[in-house]
């Protein structure tokens, strides 16, 4: 499932900000914004403030979900280690 980017300018047309809080961003307190001379990356939401050249923003996109199972059962394999862990995720 395709997830859409929904991005929020930084200056509202009235001109005041419209900043990103601490319930914006992800696990990692990342948000992902876009810079006018680096482009699109994911910073601290914390950092835009500080930075003038951020001029929007976006929550961050989650991740692809994988199987839970295959990282807490020994048996099944440990994170990133062996065949085990990549059958578990990929069935033929």
């Known amino acids: ?5 929904r991005w929020r300018m930084r200056r509202r047309e009235d001109g005041t900000e419209d900043l990103p809080t601490a ?3 992800d696990e990692h307190n990342c ?3 876009m810079h006018a001379y680096q482009g699109a990356m994911v910073t601290g ?12 923003w ?3 996109p ?3 979900v994988e199987d ?4 807490r059962n020994p048996d099944r394999g440990l994170s990133g280690h062996g065949e085990k862990v990549w ?3 990929h069935p033929d």
């Open 45 to 56: 939401w914390f950092n835009i403030q500080r930075n003038r050249f951020v001029y929007a």
């Open 62 to 64: 989650r991740g692809p």
């Open 1 to 5: 499932m395709e997830e859409t980017i």
């Open 68 to 71: 839970a199972k295959a990282y």
């Open 58 to 60: 976006a929550p961050c």
């Open 23 to 25: 319930e914006d961003a």
């Open 31 to 33: 948000v992902l914004v």
């Open 87 to 89: 059958d578990t995720l």
